[in-house]
């Protein structure tokens, strides 16, 4: 990605920022490449001619433009101001803020980051970090949880101070810091006052686990989570989680209602309600589950309605919990609740 970027960027003013300094300083897996130049427009589209990657602009506002490569690596180009030195100080913390030129070089690194880099810290680098962009109180917290570094105490008291802006950036952006915090990291986020404006609570963490980013977010926020753009999928998820509800008993009944409310994920519901002991009965149920209903719809002789899905569900039901096991035992069934 960088020797690309250097072919494409020759002869020009270039720096890398940002993560991939800190991610290398660290020994960590390279992801994401963030380079400022003077003409971040043009860069983007020549490094996707090459690379074959898709550009698209990242901020209209601030003239920052992305590649999008085909294996989930980005490479985005920013705006270079008139100095490298003004650039870091518009980040948002000191291991953040260092560069180093795209042809090699010196870092440059005005605000200590190295030293911060070392000792495990988030500092951030001037104090109006969390009133320019909000966005960056979720971000010290997924930092500190992904990095295992701690947030130095004057930024923190900064960060409190500042708290109440954890609303008002837009919700994707606030989503995609929420979906990579750990159960830890939404406990830090909680005691830092930044979960509660956002109508959420780790209280909801206290049961057992699933380890998963969705289930996390629903037992953290629970019916607020609809206020977030999350997907469908997840937006199912959600739904059969918080509509769960402790199966009566281990009874094939039991067992067979709460997978019709909760399937394909009635495992994580389980767990979700605090009844993880159920986890085989499910199981069970899944591996025996018919290949083929005992009736169809257009089989009861009736007129299309939503009579004829409680009938099959009827059926359904009472096959799993053994009352009946063939078609004329449904049949049977049908002509006693139809009247």
Same mark, same amino acid.
């Given at each position: 990605m960088r020797e690309l970027a250097q072919d494409v960027l020759a002869g020009q003013e270039a720096w890398v920022v940002g993560g991939a300094v800190r991610d290398e300083l660290l020994g960590r897996e390279l992801v994401d490449l963030d380079i400022a130049c003077r003409d971040p427009k043009a860069a983007a589209r020549a490094y996707a001619n090459r690379?074959?990657?898709?550009?698209?602009?990242?901020?209209?506002?601030?003239?920052?433009?992305?590649v999008a490569l085909e294996?989930?690596?980005?490479?985005?180009?920013?705006?270079?101001?008139?100095?490298?030195?003004?650039?870091?100080?518009?980040?948002?913390?000191?291991?953040?803020?260092i560069a180093v030129p795209l042809d090699g070089g010196e870092a440059v690194d005005p605000f200590g980051g190295r030293g911060d880099v070392d000792a495990e810290l988030l500092r951030?680098? $001037?104090? $109006?970090?969390?009133?320019?962009?909000?966005?960056?109180?979720l971000r010290a917290v997924r930092l500190e949880d992904e990095l295992g570094f701690r947030v130095e105490p004057e930024t923190e008291r900064l960060l409190r101070e500042s708290a109440e802006?954890?609303?008002?950036?837009?919700?994707e952006r606030t989503l995609a810091e929420l979906v990579r915090l750990s159960v830890g990291g939404y406990r830090r986020a909680d005691e830092l006052g930044l979960l509660a404006p956002l109508e959420g609570s780790s209280a909801g963490l206290d049961r057992p686990q699933v380890d998963r980013p969705a289930f996390r977010l629903v037992?953290?926020?629970?019916d607020a989570l609809r206020r977030f753009p999350v997907s469908n999928e997840t937006k199912r998820y959600a739904g059969a989680l918080l509509r769960a509800t402790w199966p009566e008993d281990a009874s094939p009944r039991s067992i067979h209602r709460f997978?019709?409310?909760?399937?394909?994920?009635?495992?994580?519901?389980?767990?979700?309600v605090g009844a993880p002991e159920l986890a085989d009965n499910v199981k069970a149920a899944r591996e025996n589950e018919p290949a083929e209903p005992l009736l169809r719809g257009d089989e009861l002789g009736l007129p299309p309605g939503p009579e004829?899905?409680?009938?099959?569900?009827?059926?359904?039901?009472?096959?799993?919990?053994?009352?009946?096991?063939?078609r004329e035992e449904a049949l049977k069934l049908v002509r006693r609740e139809s009247g």
């Amino acid at each position: 990605m960088r020797e690309l970027a250097q072919d494409v960027l020759a002869g020009q003013e270039a720096w890398v920022v940002g993560g991939a300094v800190r991610d290398e300083l660290l020994g960590r897996e390279l992801v994401d490449l963030d380079i400022a130049c003077r003409d971040p427009k043009a860069a983007a589209r020549a490094y996707a001619n090459r690379s074959g990657g898709a550009p698209f602009a990242l901020s209209e506002r601030h003239g920052a433009w992305r590649v999008a490569l085909e294996d989930a690596h980005t490479v985005d180009f920013t705006p270079l101001p008139e100095t490298i030195e003004d650039d870091l100080a518009t980040r948002d913390f000191t291991i953040n803020a260092i560069a180093v030129p795209l042809d090699g070089g010196e870092a440059v690194d005005p605000f200590g980051g190295r030293g911060d880099v070392d000792a495990e810290l988030l500092r951030a680098v $001037s104090p $109006s970090v969390f009133t320019d962009d909000p966005l960056r109180l979720l971000r010290a917290v997924r930092l500190e949880d992904e990095l295992g570094f701690r947030v130095e105490p004057e930024t923190e008291r900064l960060l409190r101070e500042s708290a109440e802006l954890v609303t008002r950036p837009a919700r994707e952006r606030t989503l995609a810091e929420l979906v990579r915090l750990s159960v830890g990291g939404y406990r830090r986020a909680d005691e830092l006052g930044l979960l509660a404006p956002l109508e959420g609570s780790s209280a909801g963490l206290d049961r057992p686990q699933v380890d998963r980013p969705a289930f996390r977010l629903v037992a953290v926020f629970g019916d607020a989570l609809r206020r977030f753009p999350v997907s469908n999928e997840t937006k199912r998820y959600a739904g059969a989680l918080l509509r769960a509800t402790w199966p009566e008993d281990a009874s094939p009944r039991s067992i067979h209602r709460f997978r019709r409310d909760t399937e394909p994920w009635a495992l994580d519901a389980l767990v979700f309600v605090g009844a993880p002991e159920l986890a085989d009965n499910v199981k069970a149920a899944r591996e025996n589950e018919p290949a083929e209903p005992l009736l169809r719809g257009d089989e009861l002789g009736l007129p299309p309605g939503p009579e004829i899905g409680r009938l099959l569900e009827l059926i359904a039901e009472e096959r799993a919990a053994g009352t009946i096991s063939t078609r004329e035992e449904a049949l049977k069934l049908v002509r006693r609740e139809s009247g």
